[in-house]
Structures are given as structure tokens and as C-alpha cells.
């Protein structure tokens, strides 16, 4: 049980919750829209965790899925745009494994927070590689708010989005307060610099904003670094959406970096340890 509950806390450290219950409402998002997605997204997740067991990683960090999220998002981005093959889920297992050790070796370099940098260590490089694009049109009919916090999670889909609003829910108000505001602010940011309003249905202008802003509520930075970090992020996303080049969730790291380094700057004191959140 020790290990399942680390793997579903894995699963919703996506969203910075340390709990099973929103990892679970997240996989039954997932497995609405696909189980074959939900099915890889933890054999992944459980890679990742077995891993960080196996290995003796700190046992607080792996409870609380610290070693699972960005495996995780591995396994969902190797279903949408890895080729369609028998092969797919035991690439998410290994890369998976990967993951979790490149997040530790990531935390040895240095006291700061890494956010997704594995998983867009292990699948950005491979999207340009195999020469991703945006698509010129995406589908219509969605609310960009909502998608933008399902896009986090490749899920636009208002069923799956309202699912994993739940999820947020259960860590606090602020939690989904924050979310619905970053995917907003990012997403007028975009579409200021006249980013196809497509995309912002879509959720593509927003997802980055909704992380971002949910990092430094969770960072306990103050109200306004929320604010910045989420026009960051959708200023970052519109250039990379105008360019028409793959991103995943680089405008977010760069963006709440920036934001941590402006603190540290101005002599702010940064705490890189999140709240903890009990079920």
C-alpha cells in the first residue's frame, strides 16, 4: 500500500499535491479520455518509484511522489507522440526509471526547485529531433480555462478538466484558485500578442500559467510573484506558439526561475520546501 501511495502521489505532485486521493482523481481523468495513457502513465510513475525504493532514496520524497511526476508526464507524452508501437509501454517503464534518477542527480547539483526539467530533458530533445510542430489548427469547442489546467496533462476535455479541478479542490481553494487565475493571465497574455485564439481554447496558451502561478502559491512566495510568474509563462508560451515549436513545460521552469532568482535579488528569502498537505 506504501508504494501505491507514492505512486498516486506521484501522479498529482503534477499539480505540487502530495496526496493519493488527487492522484487518483487524476488517473481517472486520464483513463476517461484513454486507459491505454492511464495504463502508461503508471507503469512510468511505478517505474519511477520502484526505482527511488530500490535505490534508498530519501523516504519522505518518495512518499510524497517527489520521484514519480516527472515520469509521469513521460509516460502521457510518449502516448501522444511517440509512433504507435508494442514498444511504447516498456519505453515508459525505462524512461521512467530514467527520470527519477535524473531528478536526484538534479537535487544533489543544487538546493533549488527542478520542477519538470527531467521530463523535458528526456522528450524535448526527442520532439525536435523527430521534427514536432504545432499544428497549424487545433479543435474547436472548448473552454480555455478548463483546458488550460486539463492541457497540463494533454486533457483539453471539460469532463476530464472538471475531474482534475476536483483534484485541486482537494488541496484548497487556493489551489484551484491559482490555477484558474495563472491559465486566465497566460492566456490573455497570449492572445495580446495575437496568438491564434485557437490555441487558447485549445488550452496551449495556458497550461504553463496555470503551473506557474501553482508553483509559487506552493512556494509561499507572495501574491504578487504568482501574478508575474503566470505573465511570464504566457509571454514565453506565445513566442514559442508563434514560432510554431514544441515547448512542453519550459516557458513554466523558466518562468518561476526567473521569479525566484528576482527574489533572491531583492533579498527575499525563498522556501523551497512545500507545505505539507495530509489526506
Known sequence: MGLLSAVLAGISQIYFINRPLPGLLITLAVAWVSPYMALVMLLATASATLTAHRLKFDAQPLAEGVYGYNAALVGLALTLFA?????????AVVLGCVS???YFLLRKLGNIPWYTLPFNLLI???LYWSGQRLADEVPGGYQFILSAVGQVVFLPDTLPAVLLCI???TAGIGMLGWALAGGLLASLVALGLLVNPDYMNFGLTGYNGVLAALAM???????GWSLIAALLAGGMTAAM???GLPMLTMPFILSCWLC???QWLAGNKCQPTPPKIRI
Open 241 to 243: 506558439l508563434r514560432l
Open 167 to 169: 483534484a485541486l479542490l
Open 83 to 91: 509512433p504507435d508501437t508494442v514498444w511504447v509501454p516498456l519505453i
Open 217 to 223: 502559491f506552493w512556494q509561499r512566495s507572495r501574491f
Open 100 to 102: 527519477c534518477l535524473v
Open 260 to 262: 525566484l532568482l528576482a
Open 124 to 126: 524535448l530533445p526527442w
